[in-house]
């Protein structure tokens, strides 16, 4: 809680757009994700889902996935961005290098949405854990998540889960020291359409 003679201080941070003051919407209600995370939880999920890619690129990855997870727990499955919401919180935890938690939402989103393989998340969610498992070295288990994303992508249309796959399977290879592609190279599993 800040002192009284700190309202100078609020005044010049809002001056330059550091701080942003509530905005209250005609009707009286509040718009912010506070209100949004306290009162309304499937808006907080979907406005901390689509702020998600802003706090990876801003380097904000511990404040994105305090209230990702809050998000997360106070909705389920059912809920539009939920899955959504769990692969950027697999995304956050990889760059803070919490490779469980990012492999567990990962898994969440892999293991949740099987049964609709043409969500472009279950695309993003095995290539994501792909990349977490070749950094702990467990090159078959991520070969075996970039082959999977690889197929779902071409098989949905989806290009940027493609290009990512194809991006791991090529990065797995030289840490496998691969020079010599073979008949079982993994980029070999999975035939272009």
């Not at 290009?163 to 496998?176: C, D, G, P, Q, W």
């Amino acid at each position: 809680m800040a002192g009284d003679d700190a309202g100078p201080a609020i005044l010049r941070l809002v001056n330059c757009s550091l701080l942003v003051p509530p905005a209250i919407a005609p009707d009286g209600r509040s718009r912010c994700l506070a209100w949004a995370l306290d009162h309304d939880a499937p808006t907080a999920l979907r406005l901390v889902a689509a702020m998600a890619p802003w706090w990876l690129v801003r380097g904000r990855w511990i404040q994105g996935i305090g209230l990702l997870r809050r998000a997360v727990e106070q909705t389920g499955p059912d809920a539009g961005s939920w899955y959504t919401a769990h692969l950027w919180l697999g995304h956050l935890a990889a760059h803070t290098f919490d490779n469980a938690s990012a492999i567990g939402h990962y898994s969440t989103v892999v293991d949740t949405l099987k049964e609709n393989p043409s969500c472009a998340d279950l695309v993003d969610a095995p290539w994501g854990r792909c990349a977490v498992l070749r950094n702990t070295s467990d090159l078959a288990k991520a070969t075996s998540d970039a082959c999977t994303a690889l197929e779902l992508a071409r098989r949905i249309g989806y290009a940027t889960g493609e290009a990512m796959a194809l991006v791991e399977l090529s990065v797995i290879s030289f840490y496998a020291d691969d020079d010599e592609p073979s008949a079982a190279s993994p980029v070999m599993l999975v035939p272009a359409p």
